[in-house]
């Protein structure tokens, strides 16, 4: 059933949009009131690189207690980390520069205040921001976007990540500024290509690993973007009962990694919070900000390594993670400015398309241990968070909704609920939304036709094997046929030597018998000389 039969009215006082989720430039209802930003920063135009962040954790206590060598060092003032490496007995030492650099004993609140509370500003003023976490497994991702789980008296502890200090920080300005807002969350693991929701209620949960039932779907959203069908919208008013859907959505995380046997390393998750706010023109026309968070623990980065997913090799690590494969190669995509970009390989880039060479405002935070046995993947780490800075987004405010257009929207909205309720309840059918109803209609008729393509495709190929059989059958009669003659050949070639040879044999004797006979008759002739000498001498003296 549409997830936003489960949403809850916010205490906010105005309800969430559908799952369009932001307004778009293109909307109809819109109206630009952005005059006065769009044209303060040229900067903007030309774009603005994604910010890199990186965080080198403590060694652990297991590290420290065998002495593990360090091979990294970390220069907060400088924004430098420098990786030394041993290599034939020679020292090379590398260093990387970054927009902020956290060494190990940094600590979570300072991570926050420097380099993520900014962010969370620039979401109450209205931009979609992303911050993702990348590093491999045991470098501190989850440490760092979750942190330490909140005390039993329900107590912030000083080790709370980015995630529940965002959380504070936009209820803690929401409600300084007496604002009048709406707010709703969404939670979604990707593993092995497949999206889980892990705020759907219990039953459905229970059926994820059921073959027969269809993982949630990843659409197209006919504007350019895409969104995740049938994934619960939970309406929050206050920033405890996030913290409680957090819990829950990464507990049943966890207990999905064992019914499916997955490893942590391999799922991203990503946490969207998405905040409407309500603000008056001058002219006293009611106004409605959105703004859009998303939150991204991604999967342990040394499968991407380990995989060999750097340019060239990257066919070779199959279906190891083919989400952190093609993220990393839009990253080289974008930053070598290529033609394409394959953010349609993969569903972690479909889903974060917008931030990553879009309209986002996106920040990595990179992590990585100190550890001298961690060396390789660390260098790859840093090798990939260094290139990403080179991303250029273009981020734009979203355009604010008039509240009557909004008010418009949410009466087409109850109304399709009423249809859909109405219908459960006749029990006479499921209802579809048009919308969704044509959408499929579309995709149905998208499929058939590729089917029919790929049917001909086939046809036409199984035509070509005839051919190519019949061909390689007379081919086969020719090779026979010419083998026969071949071997007719060669025997008439073998009478031939033979008697070539008998030829030379009989010219041999014929050529002894010669040499034989011109010695007689050469002896013959001197014999015959000496007699007509002796005659002549004795004429003479007598
Ligand atoms: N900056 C830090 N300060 C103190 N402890 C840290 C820090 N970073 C990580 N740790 C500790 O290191 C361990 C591993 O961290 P964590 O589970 O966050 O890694 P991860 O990168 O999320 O791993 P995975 O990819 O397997 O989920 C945890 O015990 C965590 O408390």
Known sequence: MESAQQQRRGGGGLVSLSPSQTPRSNDKSVRDLRSADSNSSSKQDKGVNVQVILRCRPLSEDETRIHTPVVISCNESRREVCAVQNIANKQIDRTFLFDKVFGPSSQQKELFDLAVSPIVNEVLEGYNCTI????????GKTYTMEGGARKKNGEFPSDAGVIPRSVKQIFDILEAQNAEYSMKVTFLELYNEEITDLLAPEETMKFVDDKSKKPIALMEDGKG??????????????????????????????TAE???NKQSSRSHSIFSITIHIKECTPEGE????????NLVDLAGSENISRSGAREGRAREAGEINKSLLTLGRVINALVEHSGHVPYRDSKLTRLLRDSLGGKTKTCIIATISPSIHCLEETLSTLDYAHRAKNIKNKPEINQKMMKSALIKDLYS??????QEVYSAREKNGIYIPRDRFLLEEAEKKAMAEK??????????KEKQITELQELYNSQQLMTVDLSEKLEKKEKKLEETEIALFDLEDKHRQANATIKEKEFLI???????ELEVAWATCLVCFF
Do not use: H
Request: glycine share 10%; proline share 0%; with cysteine.
């Open 132 to 139: 993702f976490a990348y590093g491999q497994t045991g470098t």
């Open 225 to 254: 973007g895409v969104f995740v069908r049938g994934l619960e919208e939970e309406i929050v008013t206050t920033a405890n009962e996030i913290y409680k859907i957090l819990e829950k959505g990464s507990a049943k995380r966890r």
């Open 258 to 260: 064992t019914l499916l």
């Open 286 to 293: 009611e106004m409605i900000k959105c703004g859009k968070l």
């Open 413 to 418: 909205e109850i109304d399709r609920l009423k």
């Open 451 to 460: 089917i029919e393509r790929m049917e001909l495709e086939s046809e036409s």
């Open 522 to 528: 050469s002896n013959l002739l001197k014999s015959g």
